[in-house]
């Protein structure tokens, strides 16, 4: 599961960060393998800009659950800083961490001017996943402390061109967002697949999909605790602000133009939202389209009871669906177990 924090009308912005450690311990009892955080920066919609103090906080109030990054946005950051903060995670709560990668710079321009970065800067991605290996596997020329004790599972956050780059470097991946609805995406993964070059860290090339998934007990109920985060979606693409959630009953009540009820609807279409029935089936298609080995199931709604009934609906999916949950063992980067599985 990844939770981003999502901030909330009516309640202080620091609250959603009180609402991601509730529903974690709430995952961790409905059996979630992994609960993971986001890093965003300057976003009103989202309270999470630091995975790593979030982890902290998180790792205090579970005590099973393996808990990761969705990701570190690794181009903000110095390697040796990330290895030592997921370091020290990793000594405060053993075996239990996670750290995925990725390569998104600030949505806007202020932003990324704040985060001393260009959009026509060079891509050292690879370079830096590299160098930062290297301070986790204590092979660099300087050891990052405290030194490991344990290998940290990494993951690549990945499109198109991330994919291959996981590939390169023998690491397991992450794919979601447009991609998934790419005709593309057969030919990605297969890539991915026959390109991957056994490391250290993982034997296998190993694809984890990402999905916004929602569960109630009817399809129509299940779109209307979609349309909080669908709403915001629309109204970013009007604004250029993407925005705290919002009632429905209050979306509901605001003027909705031709345009934002189309990007509402083409969002609701893309979130596996509906019955128990129906997201099984959504889920099983996506399964069967992609080889998936898990699932990262992301989800967001203003009602936070839903949301959490949400999270025990599908973890009663998952414990059910053969072709989602699949026997490996829980601890080892080269086997990860679906994010949303049950075994």
Do not use: C
Not at 70 to 99: C, K, N, S, T
Request: no cysteine; net charge negative; charged share 20%.
């Amino acid at each position: 599961m990844l939770d981003r924090s999502r901030t909330r009308t009516g309640y202080p912005e620091g609250a959603a960060l009180t609402h991601t450690i509730e529903r974690a311990v709430a995952a961790e009892r409905l059996g979630y393998h992994r609960f993971w955080v986001a890093e965003h920066h300057a976003v009103p919609g989202i309270a999470s800009g630091s995975p790593p103090v979030l982890l902290g906080a998180l790792g205090a109030h579970t005590s099973t659950i393996r808990l990761g990054s969705g990701g570190v946005m690794l181009p903000h950051h110095q390697p040796l800083v990330v290895a030592e903060q997921f370091l020290m995670l990793d000594a405060l709560y053993p075996g239990r961490i996670d750290l995925g990668l990725g390569r998104t710079l600030g949505f806007t321009a202020p932003v990324r001017r704040a985060l001393r970065h260009d959009l026509d800067d060079p891509d050292t991605f690879a370079e830096d996943i590299d160098e930062l290996r290297g301070y986790l596997d204590r092979t660099a020329a300087v050891t990052a402390r405290p030194a490991a004790e344990r290998q940290i599972p990494i993951f690549v956050l990945a499109t198109g061109r991330g994919l291959a780059l996981a590939a390169q470097l023998g690491l397991p991946v992450v794919v979601g967002g447009p991609v998934l609805d790419s005709p593309r995406l057969g030919d990605l993964l297969g890539a991915y697949r026959k390109d991957f070059r056994p490391s250290s860290r993982a034997a296998e090339p190993s694809v984890t999909v990402s999905a916004d998934v929602l569960v109630a007990d009817t399809d129509a109920d299940a779109a209307e605790l979609a349309l909080p985060e669908a709403w915001a979606m629309a109204r970013s693409r009007q604004t250029g602000e993407f925005g705290p959630l919002e009632p429905v009953a209050s979306i509901r009540d605001q003027a909705w133009t031709n345009q934002v009820r189309e990007r509402v609807e083409a969002h609701l279409a893309r979130t596996t939202a509906g019955s128990p029935d129906t997201v099984r089936r959504r889920l099983d298609q996506l399964a069967e389209a992609t080889g998936a080995d898990e699932l990262l199931a992301f989800t967001s709604t203003y009602d936070r009871d839903a949301q959490l009934a949400s999270d025990a609906a599908l973890a009663e999916i998952m414990t059910g669906s053969a072709s989602l949950t699949r026997p490996s063992a829980p601890d080892l980067p080269t086997t990860p177990r679906a994010a949303g599985s049950l075994s």
